[in-house]
Every structure is written in structure tokens, then in C-alpha cells.
């Protein structure tokens, strides 16, 4: 099936995972809380304890096996009750280990013929049967128990010591976990994951699914008989039988299905509370309850066509969802809750770097310390970038479909995980409520759409002028990019990189800002790792900025680096574009600018008001595309003027949490200073401030110029702030010569009734992108974006990212002898 892993792999990944300090501190505490339990605890509390154990580890290897087994995993949870039951059978007899072993081979065993007639059927049909078996099979032996060998009560008697069972099933429990982990961490358990229960896919990947639904089902069955085995003398203190259908049935489907949605939190609590509230209810109620109650839960769960993901989807239940998260969120800490501190992302372990350093992450509205990162320096980057190129062949080589798979899964997580990102995002940069639900939700299309790259990287098939030889021009992933990004738009433009160079085949080495360390890439790198993307394909070097030069020039120059794609500053582009060149790398550069929006006569002043509006000033005007530069013709620029100062006028600046604030605070003093510089130096030479012109602590007020004149910083440098320059022109000819008046050339907008017009002038304008009737600031995941002059060099984008990460080679095959001069 054209996978590789073989256990000399597995096992080093097992240790690597292992490796982390933090991971032994909490093994060790863990595991001598298991062993002191047993000696403190009375029999009824080992027993309760085994019982949640068994849950516990069942529900995160079933989480861990999500996907194609989920409905595998229901059908083997029926063979836990035959496991149990031939433990039962012979327990009275035979010494241990033989009843567990016994009882793990009978539900292996069972499972195969089981498995192999009801491989045709889906989901959740293949359940219902395995089910119905497994009752069959369940009251065939109670009634061999009752009528033929009288051993019912027998149990109540087993001879088995309870510290050995406690280590015997700790021992499972381990092992079943640990076995999850490995082949999840596989090339083999990504194919799984990639999967996602779709048969059909399976066979496109090359993967026979009935191979794998054989495989995986006997091995599930095998765990279940052997876990049930273990714990069927618990029961000793009660009835055997009320235990095992539908009690335990229906807390294995409970956890196979949420398990399918991937989140080890879900199942893990589910069991835990499922596992209490049955021991509850069995001591007080006995099992008619607990036959009712499982009952109805089977009949709910395996009633729903496509299982509660598919029930999920429903909007109806999407409310409820929506709500279920949000009473569960005030109560239980997310995964996403903010930390005190925060490792770095390297070879697929969080890790501290040598001597702990971090540096501090500020919010920017508060000015507190929120958090401290994890500060890299050049040798972390060259181990990271190591890790990258070690990495980056086997994920290159992946089927497209595996790739899509995860990035499409990446998408997900992010979707789901929307809120907590946008908390971040304010947090972290002072963005409002606006502008995070925006650009969240963007990425959530940028990645979907990135995955589709995955099939787009073609290339051509040429004629030759040899006879018999075909030219074949093919794109191959480059192999490892370094990305670096910057800190307005955190999310979309590191994922405009990320996301399409992973999707494409490559490794990668991301930095992001030392102004946003999470939101440029600690939470990408979580989202992605969640996703299951293998160690070392993502790797995030966080580091302050004393160190950004030396990090940065190990993500430019080290060898292994195929492409760099930059994000920043003009200036700090210039220095890197520099050193690319001096190490013949290939760069792509999206740098500043100084947006103009044009406004000619026959434009909609609404609209042109709006478009000035929001393209200078969302989010505070820190934007690389902002409208920077109002120029409207004579006619139109008095109204203008005045209705976009009663806009801005109503403009609420504060908080960024609050949802009504539409100007939040200004990313850090040192920019505040920049600005309010920009706007001083304009009005000492001579510039008029119509509405604004002063900080406000964190804040900057919403900033109107005229008079804004060649002599002044503003009129050719970023101000990146919420200060815009209106300037009156005589006729459109005038505009255009303004507007390319600039060493930039990002964006640009023309507002006018007259789209032919519109178009003609766009096409004078000197700017990588140009948008008619309507604002500077505009992106989509498919567009070509990037800018020329001063702004950069190649684009991110759809078609535009095949071109940045893959480079093309010419491979040729002569299919009849060829004849060269130095043949006779
Ligand atoms: P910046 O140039 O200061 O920093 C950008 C990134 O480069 C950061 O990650 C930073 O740590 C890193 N960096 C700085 N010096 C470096 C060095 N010597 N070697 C390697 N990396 C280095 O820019 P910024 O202040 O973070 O962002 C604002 C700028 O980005 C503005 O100019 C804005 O116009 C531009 N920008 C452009 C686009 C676009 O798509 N064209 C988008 C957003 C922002």
C-alpha cells in the first residue's frame, strides 16, 4: 500500500515523544500514585478505580484510532463482553494469566468471522449487526451458565488476588494506549487518520480497507477481550451479568463516536463521568435502570444515519452544540487557555531552549506581561531547520490525499477552535471584535483551500525535437521553507505560507513576530500538530528580538533551505533579500505600502466615504494594503471631507473586547511614537488635522490630514497607524500620477459610477493589485497577492503559491535508441 514505518521507526518516534521533561515528571508522579493506591484504598475503591482505569485507557486509544475504526471499535466493544464471559467461564478453573489470555484470543477470534461477513456493510449498519451478534452470543451463555455447567455466581468467587489484577490490567491499559500512540504517530496511523472513515477515499489512497478493517478490528477486539477479561472480577461485589450489555456497550459507543471526532478530552471525561455514574447507579439501582437507560442510548446513538458527527452537522443541533460548548466552556479549562509560559515547536516536541530563556508577550491594551515564550537562538534555528530537512522526503512523497487529509483536518480544528483563537488574537495584538472574527474565519478558507493544492501541482508533457523522446516538465515540492511573518495579520499571513507550502509537499520552518508569538505560530503550530502532521514537517522558532537577526539569517542561508517567503517590513526585506540573493535562494518578499484610494467625480460618495473608512482605518490602519491616500478629484472633495470626519467621529475607541469598539490600541509604544511623529512632522510643515491627531494612552485617535506634501515623512514612508492623507486633485490624469507617486506598490482602489473607466485607469496604476469600486483592503485565498516596486517580489496565493513552493524539473524518457556524433 506503499507505506512505510517498520517498528525500528516506531519505536525511536515512542521515544522522542517521550523525551520532553515535563512528560517523566508527570509518568513519575502518575505512576506512584498508581502504586501507592491499591495499599491505601479499600477493596471497593481498587475496584472503582480499575473500572475508570479501563475506561480511561480505552477511551483515549479508541480516541487515537479515530476515523475508518470508529465503527470498528463499536462492533469490537461487543466482544468485550465475550472476553468477559469466557474470563467468567474458566476463571473458576484455570489459574492467571490463562482466563485474561483466554478471554483476549475468544474476542479476537470471534471478532475475524464476525468482521469478515459484515466488512460490505457501513457504518453504522455494520454496528447494529455486530450488536445483535454479540446479544446472541451474550444470552447463549448465560444460558450455558444457568442450565448446562451452573457456574453463574462462580465469579463472585474468582480467586484472583485484586493486586494482580491491578497490575495486570494497569499493564493493558498501557499497552493499549501506547500501541494507539505508536501507530498513530506511524505513516500507516496518518493513512488511517487521513482516511476519515470514507471507504471510498481508502481505495483511492491505495489502501484496501478490507485490510485494514480485518487488521484493526482484531486488534480492537483482541484489546477489548482482553481488557474485559481483566476487569470481569470486579464484579465479585455484584451480579456479573447486569455489567456488560449494554452498560459497558454504551459507554464504548459514547466514546468510539465522540472519539471519531478526534479530541482525546471528550471521550476521556465521558468515560470518567459514564464510568462513576454507572458504579453510582449499580450499587443503588441495580441493572434495570442501567438496561433502560443503555438501551435508549443505543437505540439514539445507532438511529442517527451517520452517527453524531453527521447529527452534529444538522443546524438544529449546531444551536445546541453552540450552547453545550459554551456552558461547558465556563466551567472546564480549554486546551487553548492561555499558559503562563510557552515552549517552542521543534521536531514534533514542545520543548524550552537551552538555559530556559523567554522573552515577554504583552498586551497591548493593558501593557501586562500575559505570558513569557520560549527565546530561540541560531542554534535552535539550525536544529530546526535540520529537523525540517530530515523530515520534509518522506512528506513530500506522501499520496496527495494523505496531505489533504491532515490540511483539511488542520481546517477543521481551526474552525472549531475559532473563539479561543480570536480571545488570543485580541489578547495578543489588541485586534477588535471585528477584525478577529474576520480573519479567523478566513483562515479557516485559506487552509481548506491550501488543501486542495495538493492536486493542483501538474506539469506538462512536451514535444521534442529528438525523435522518440518525451519531455516531461514536473513540479516537486521545493523542500524546506522558511517563513517569516509579521505582526498585524498573525493568522493570515503566516497561514497564507504555512498552509500551502505543507499542503504542496514541503517542510517548514516557521518565525513568526516577537510582537505575536502565539497567534504567528505557537497556535498554528498546536492546530496543525492536533491535525497529525509528522514531526519536524512544522517546526515554530519563537525568538525576542535582540535574536531575530541571527535566527533569521539561519532561516535564510542554512543549505537545507529551498525558499523563503517573507512578510514585513520594506526594509528588513531589502537585508534579507540581500542575503538570499548572496546565497542564491529563492525569496518571495510581500513588503509595504502606501495605498491610494482615488474617488473621481461621478463616484457614490456613500460608498467612497465607507471605502475610506474602513481601508484606513480597520484595525487601527496597521494594515500592509491600507488606504493611506484619499484622492479625489475637486468637485467631491469638501463632501467628502466632511461626511468621513463625522464617520470617523463615531468611531468608538477602547477596548478591544468590547464588541462595539471598532479602534483598538496600537500594537506597541515604540509604533505609537512612530506615529505620532509622522503626524507632528506633518503638521509642522504645514499640514491641516481634520479630525484627530493625538494618542490616547494605548490608543491613536482616528487621524484626518490635508496639505499632506512631498516634503513630509507621511507623504512617503508607512506611518502604519489610523492616519490618512486626503488630497484634492483636478482631474483623474492628476490622480494617477499621484497615486504612482510612491516607491510602493501594493494595493489600490478607484470609486467611480463608470466601471469602463475604472478598469482603464487600473491599468495605469503601478500596483500589484487594483480594486474598482471598492476598498484597498481585500484578500482572497485564490488571488494572486503581492505587490511590485517597493512592496516585493512574487505572490502568495492559489495558483500563485504552486509557483512559490514547488520548482519544476524537466525530466525526459527516449523511448527509441538515439543516435549522438560520436556514433558510426
Ligand atoms: P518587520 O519587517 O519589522 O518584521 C517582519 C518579520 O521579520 C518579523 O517576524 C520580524 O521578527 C522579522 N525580522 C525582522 N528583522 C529580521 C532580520 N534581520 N532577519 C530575519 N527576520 C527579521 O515588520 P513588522 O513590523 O512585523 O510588520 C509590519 C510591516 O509589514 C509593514 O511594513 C507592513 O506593510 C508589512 N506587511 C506587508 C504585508 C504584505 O502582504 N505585503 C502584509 C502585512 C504587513
Known amino acids: 500500500m506503499g507505506l512505510r514505518g517498520g517498528p525500528g521507526r516506531l519505536w525511536h518516534r515512542g521515544r522522542r515523544a517521550l523525551r520532553g521533561r515535563r512528560a517523566w515528571v508527570w509518568a513519575a508522579a502518575l505512576l506512584a500514585a498508581l502504586v501507592v493506591f491499591p495499599t491505601v484504598a479499600s477493596a471497593y475503591h481498587v475496584a472503582l478505580g480499575l473500572a475508570l482505569l479501563a475506561d480511561v485507557a480505552m477511551a483515549s486509544a479508541w480516541t487515537l484510532f479515530s476515523g475508518p475504526t470508529r465503527y470498528l471499535s463499536l462492533a469490537a466493544a461487543a466482544f468485550y463482553g465475550v472476553g468477559a464471559y469466557v474470563t467468567a467461564l474458566l476463571g473458576a478453573r484455570a489459574a492467571w494469566p490463562a482466563p485474561i489470555v483466554a478471554g483476549a484470543a475468544a474476542g479476537a477470534l470471534l471478532s475475524l468471522p464476525v468482521g469478515l461477513l459484515a466488512l460490505r456493510l457501513r457504518g453504522p449498519y455494520f454496528a447494529i449487526l455486530t450488536f445483535g451478534l454479540s446479544e446472541l452470543v451474550r444470552h447463549t451463555v448465560i444460558w450455558y451458565e444457568s442450565n448446562v455447567t451452573g457456574t453463574v455466581g462462580r465469579v463472585l468467587v474468582l480467586p484472583l488476588e485484586r493486586r494482580t489484577l491491578y497490575w495486570g490490567l494497569l499493564v493493558i491499559a498501557v499497552a493499549a494506549v501506547a500501541s494507539a500512540i505508536l501507530v498513530r504517530r506511524s505513516r500507516w496511523g496518518l493513512a488511517l487518520a487521513a482516511i476519515g472513515g470514507d471507504e471510498e477515499r481508502a481505495e483511492v489512497l491505495g489502501i484496501r480497507p478490507t485490510g485494514v478493517k480485518v487488521a484493526v478490528f482484531a486488534l480492537s477486539a483482541g484489546l477489548m477481550g482482553a481488557t474485559g477479561a481483566a476487569i470481569a472480577p470486579r464484579w465479585t461485589y455484584l451480579d456479573p451479568h447486569i455489567a456488560f450489555n449494554p452498560l459497558i456497550s454504551f459507554q464504548v459507543i459514547i466514546m468510539a463516536l465522540l472519539g471519531g471526532v478526534g479530541r482525546p478530552a471528550g471521550p476521556v471525561v465521558g468515560a470518567l463521568f459514564l464510568g462513576l455514574l454507572s458504579e453510582v447507579f449499580l450499587l443503588q439501582f441495580r441493572y434495570l435502570y442501567m438496561i433502560v437507560l443503555g438501551s435508549v442510548l443505543i437505540l439514539v446513538v445507532l438511529g442517527l444515519p451517520h452517527g453524531l458527527m453527521g447529527w452534529r452537522a444538522e443546524a438544529r443541533t449546531e444551536e445546541l452544540g453552540r450552547r453545550l460548548r459554551w456552558a461547558i466552556a465556563r466551567r472546564i479549562p480549554r486546551r487553548f487557555a492561555m499558559r503562563r509560559q510557552y515552549q517552542l515547536f521543534v521536531d514534533g516536541e514542545w520543548q524550552d531552549v537551552p538555559g530556559r530563556r523567554t522573552f515577554p508577550d504583552v498586551n497591548p491594551a493593558t501593557g501586562e506581561t500575559f505570558t513569557r515564550i520560549a527565546a530561540a537562538d541560531a542554534a535552535m534555528a539550525r536544529r530546526a531547520v535540520e529537523a525540517a530537512e530530515r523530515a520534509r522526503a518522506e512528506w513530500g512523497e506522501l499520496l496527495p490525499a494523505v496531505r489533504a487529509g491532515i490540511v483539511l483536518k488542520a481546517a477543521q480544528i481551526w474552525e472549531r477552535r475559532s473563539d479561543d483563537l480570536q480571545r488570543m488574537l485580541t489578547t495578543e495584538t489588541g485586534a477588535v471584535r471585528a477584525k478577529t472574527g474576520f480573519e479567523v474565519g478566513y483562515c ?381
Open 444 to 824: 479557516t478558507e485559506l487552509i481548506r483551500q491550501a488543501a486542495a493544492l495538493t492536486y493542483q501541482a501538474s506539469g506538462e508533457v512536451a514535444p521534442s525535437n529528438v525523435a522518440g523522446k518525451i519531455n516531461y516538465f514536473m513540479r516537486k515540492p521545493v523542500g524546506v521553507v522558511s517563513v517569516i511573518s509579521p505582526w498585524n495579520f498573525p493568522y493570515i499571513l503566516t497561514l497564507r505560507a504555512v498552509a500551502p507550502a505543507l499542503a504542496l509537499g514541503n517542510a517548514v520552518v516557521l518565525k513568526p513576530s516577537e510582537e505575536t508569538p502565539l497567534a504567528g505560530g505557537l497556535l498554528v503550530g498546536e492546530v496543525f500538530e492536533e491535525a497529525g502532521v509528522p514531526p519536524g514537517v512544522l517546526n515554530v522558532i519563537t525568538c525576542a528580538r535582540s535574536e531575530v537577526a541571527e535566527v533569521g539569517d539561519v532561516m535564510v542561508t542554512h543549505p537545507a533551505v529551498g525558499v523563503v517567503s517573507f512578510t514585513g517590513s520594506t526594509a528588513t526585506g531589502r537585508v534579507l533579500a540581500e542575503k538570499a540573493g548572496r546565497h542564491l535562494k529563492r525569496i518571495v518578499l510581500e513588503l509595504g505600502g502606501k495605498s491610494p484610494i482615488i474617488v473621481l467625480e461621478d463616484a457614490d460618495l456613500d460608498l467612497a466615504v465607507s471605502a475610506a473608512a474602513f481601508g484606513g482605518f480597520f484595525h487601527q490602519g496597521q494594515i500592509c494594503m491600507a488606504a493611506t491616500r484619499i484622492i479625489v478629484e475637486h468637485s467631491l472633495a469638501g463632501a467628502l471631507a466632511s461626511q468621513l470626519v463625522d464617520k470617523l467621529g463615531t468611531l468608538k475607541m477602547g477596548d478591544p473586547s468590547d464588541p462595539q469598539t471598532a479602534i483598538g490600541p496600537i500594537t506597541s509604544p515604540t509604533q505609537l511614537e512612530k506615529i505620532q511623529a509622522h503626524v507632528d512632522d506633518a503638521v509642522a510643515k504645514g499640514a491641516k488635522v481634520l479630525i484627530g491627531g493625538h494618542r490616547r494612552g494605548p490608543y491613536f485617535e482616528p487621524t484626518l490630514l490635508t496639505g499632506v506634501t512631498p516634503q513630509m515623512r507621511c507623504y512617503h514612508e508607512e506611518t502604519f497607524g489610523p492616519v490618512v492623507a486626503l488630497t484634492a486633485v483636478k482631474n483623474a490624469d492628476e490622480a494617477v500620477r499621484l497615486a504612482n507617486d510612491t516607491s510602493y506598490g501594493l494595493s489600490a482602489a478607484i470609486i467611480t459610477r463608470d466601471p469602463e473607466r475604472g478598469m482603464a485607469l487600473a491599468g495605469r496604476i503601478q500596483s500589484g493589485i487594483v480594486h474598482v469600486n471598492d476598498s484597498t483592503v481585500h484578500d482572497e485565498p485564490h488571488a494572486p497577492f503581492g505587490g511590485i516596486k517597493g512592496s516585493g517580489l512574487g505572490r502568495h496565493g492559489g495558483r500563485a503559491a504552486i509557483e512559490a513552493f514547488t520548482e519544476i524539473r524537466w525530466v525526459s524518457l527516449q523511448t527509441e535508441r538515439r543516435h549522438y556524433p560520436f556514433d558510426r
